[in-house]
């Protein structure tokens, strides 16, 4: 009888055990990202985010994190700054002994850091939450997701997407037939132009300003390197500007740009005699980009400029 009992316990334990492990490992979370798959035993709730893109999104969606870059900042995220946030290096070099130090869930690294992942991955769970630049707005709208996915908040992510979605849907009615456009660049006094296939060539590809090149050497971050007499000869109906010093910090009055541009050569195309030449936010379109708050800015922008020329 004794022996029955003793089985009988076993078998209830057995039983019991087998009916948590589904439990168990219920919470496991699965994460696809840019340069593979990280698996986590539960959802994060200590986060360090090396990529700005990132942070902002994350800011948007309402979720607290534990560490961020210690520059860099664009205004809207400047309560980041704040010392209550651990800074954990600086948008393209992590504090390898800091990330260590905090013995977080998740760090998410991207864009400029992504080259890093490895390291950082060797330290502490992480993420490679790069766009795809190819695919740029529908790859940081799956950013958006995947984060309201990662933290338990995706009524407030799919509220986001459907925010981005209608404005684009607005810009895109209005730039296939608002004529060409140049994104340019400014940096310590020269002028450079970015193409279809830039950081902000989504601008051409996927909303539809027309380019006036499609061939534009756009590789470094000063892009291709292009003279006044250049805009004058390709005329463009449009400039959209990127202060790339006031970006990065080294802009004080916010109006080198401005001051670069204008000069006779400049004076003459259509886009100064039509009053057509958009300064971009330089911190949204040079740092953060694909975040939601940076690319709703964006897009309001250039939105607001070209509907009030129809």
Same mark, same amino acid.
């Given at each position: 009888?004794?022996?029955?009992?003793?089985?009988?316990?076993?078998?209830?334990?057995?039983?019991?055990?087998?009916?948590?492990?589904?439990?168990?490992?219920?919470?496991?979370?699965?994460?696809?990202?840019?340069?593979?798959?990280?698996?986590?035993?539960?959802?994060?709730?200590?986060?360090?985010?090396?990529?700005?893109?990132?942070?902002?999104?994350?800011?948007?969606?309402?979720?607290?994190?534990?560490?961020?870059?210690?520059?860099?900042?664009?205004?809207?995220?400047?309560?980041?700054?704040?010392?209550?946030?651990?800074?954990?290096?600086?948008?393209?070099?992590?504090?390898?002994?800091?990330?260590?130090?905090?013995?977080?869930?998740?760090?998410?690294?991207?864009?400029?850091?992504?080259?890093?992942?490895?390291?950082?991955?060797?330290?502490?769970?992480?993420?490679?939450?790069?766009?795809?630049?190819?695919?740029?707005?529908?790859?940081?709208?799956?950013?958006?997701?995947?984060?309201?996915?990662?933290?338990?908040?995706?009524?407030?992510?799919?509220?986001?997407?459907?925010? @981005? $979605?209608?404005?684009? +849907?607005?810009?895109? &009615?209005?730039?296939?037939? /608002?004529? #060409?456009?140049? *994104?340019?660049?400014?940096?310590?006094?020269?002028?450079?132009?970015?193409?279809?296939?830039?950081?902000?060539?989504?601008?051409?590809?996927?909303?539809?300003?027309?380019?006036?090149?499609?061939?534009?050497?756009?590789?470094?971050?000063?892009?291709?390197?292009?003279?006044?007499?250049?805009?004058?000869?390709?005329?463009?109906?449009?400039?959209?500007?990127?202060?790339?010093?006031?970006?990065?910090?080294?802009?004080?009055?916010?109006?080198?740009?401005?001051?670069?541009?204008?000069?006779?050569?400049?004076?003459?195309?259509?886009?100064?005699?039509?009053?057509?030449?958009?300064? @971009? $936010?330089?911190?949204? +379109?040079?740092?953060? &980009?694909?975040?939601?708050? /940076?690319? #709703?800015?964006? *897009?309001?922008?250039?939105?607001?400029?070209?509907?009030?020329?129809?």
């Amino acid at each position: 009888m004794k022996e029955f009992r003793r089985t009988f316990s076993r078998s209830i334990v057995a039983a019991l055990l087998l009916a948590l492990a589904p439990a168990a490992h219920a919470q496991e979370m699965k994460i696809e990202h840019a340069q593979g798959e990280t698996v986590l035993k539960a959802p994060p709730a200590k986060v360090l985010v090396l990529d700005m893109p990132s942070l902002d999104t994350l800011d948007a969606l309402g979720v607290e994190v534990e560490g961020v870059p210690g520059s860099n900042l664009p205004k809207y995220l400047s309560k980041y700054a704040d010392e209550k946030y651990l800074k954990v290096g600086s948008l393209f070099e992590p504090d390898y002994e800091a990330i260590n130090a905090a013995e977080a869930d998740l760090v998410i690294v991207g864009g400029r850091s992504r080259s890093k992942y490895p390291d950082v991955a060797k330290i502490t769970p992480a993420i490679d939450m790069s766009v795809d630049s190819k695919d740029f707005i529908d790859s940081a709208k799956a950013n958006i997701t995947k984060l309201g996915e990662i933290f338990g908040k995706q009524a407030e992510a799919q509220r986001l997407d459907a925010t @981005l $979605d209608e404005k684009i +849907a607005a810009l895109k &009615a209005v730039a296939p037939h /608002a004529g #060409t456009a140049i *994104i340019l660049v400014t940096n310590g006094g020269k002028i450079g132009a970015y193409g279809p296939n830039s950081r902000v060539g989504w601008l051409h590809k996927e909303i539809g300003f027309k380019t006036v090149e499609e061939n534009i050497d756009d590789r470094f971050h000063g892009g291709d390197v292009v003279s006044f007499e250049y805009i004058l000869e390709k005329d463009p109906d449009w400039l959209f500007v990127i202060d790339r010093d006031a970006g990065v910090g080294r802009g004080n009055d916010g109006n080198a740009a401005a001051q670069v541009l204008d000069n006779e050569l400049v004076h003459q195309t259509k886009a100064w005699k039509n009053g057509q030449i958009v300064y @971009l $936010d330089p911190q949204a +379109a040079y740092i953060v &980009a694909s975040g939601y708050t /940076a690319l #709703t800015t964006l *897009i309001d922008e250039v939105y607001a400029a070209v509907s009030a020329k129809k």
